[in-house]
T-cell receptor, first 110, second 117 residues
């Protein structure tokens, strides 16, 4: 699977937008980009995924660079409940498990 | 609604003992995954089932670890001769489709915390 690089940690203030970056320079044409997050003492939860086009859902937006070597998860208005570890994962084959890295720990202050 | 259920939520055992951890996936989900997570680390893949068969067990660390899913629903992770290094949170996830494809969103349980003394 393609390797991803994320900052170890980021900080944000409540009600402000947050842009969480992910580099995946070895991504191939059929690889999907997945984002999961893990709140304290819980299992990871799905946030969003995409292939080439930008994606929006009720939780977040995913902006994918034109060359697909990087992507950004956008939380439009951070809340205290968004404080979590955010994982960017690249998958390249049907039927293979998602491989998690260390992710980015997002702190949100009021 | 019914999500992925894992039991026990906490298990304390002594070094050398045998442990079983159970996972009840979401009804109808054919794919089931086991991960383990140590403090400060991301989830580490262990094994993936598609139906009753293990499609990928490359993450199992050694032959003390074994998992079954005999009827394609509930799965049990079995750890023999536990060691202190096995202490971790063991996470189970299920999905309708394999996780690498477009619709393969994983749904995780809250995990079973294993402590080996």
């Amino acid at each position: 699977d393609a390797k991803t690089t994320q900052p170890n940690s980021m900080e944000s203030n409540e009600e402000e937008p947050v842009h969480l970056p992910c580099n995946h320079s070895t991504i191939s044409g059929t690889d999907y980009i997945h984002w999961y997050r893990q709140l304290p003492s819980q299992g990871p939860e799905y946030v969003i995924h995409g292939l080439t086009s930008n994606v929006n859902n009720r939780m977040a937006s995913l902006a994918i660079a034109e060359d697909r070597k990087s992507s950004t998860l956008i939380l439009h208005r951070a809340t205290l409940r968004d404080a979590a570890v955010y994982y960017c994962i690249i998958s390249n084959q049907a039927g293979t498990a998602l491989i998690f890295g260390k992710g980015t720990t997002l702190s949100v202050s009021s | 609604g019914a999500g992925v259920s894992q039991t026990p939520s906490n298990k304390v055992t002594e070094k050398g003992k045998y442990v079983e951890l159970r996972c009840d996936p979401i009804s109808g989900h054919t794919a089931l995954y086991w991960y383990r997570q140590s403090l400060g680390q991301g989830p580490e893949f262990l094994i993936y089932f598609q139906g009753t068969g293990a499609a990928d067990d490359s993450g199992l660390p050694n032959d003390r670890f074994f998992a079954v899913r005999p009827e394609g629903s509930v799965s049990t992770l079995k750890i023999q001769r536990t060691e202190r290094g096995d202490s971790a949170v063991y996470l189970c996830a299920s999905s309708l489709a394999p996780s690498g494809v477009n619709t393969g969103e994983l749904f995780f349980g809250e995990g079973s915390r294993l402590t080996v003394l």
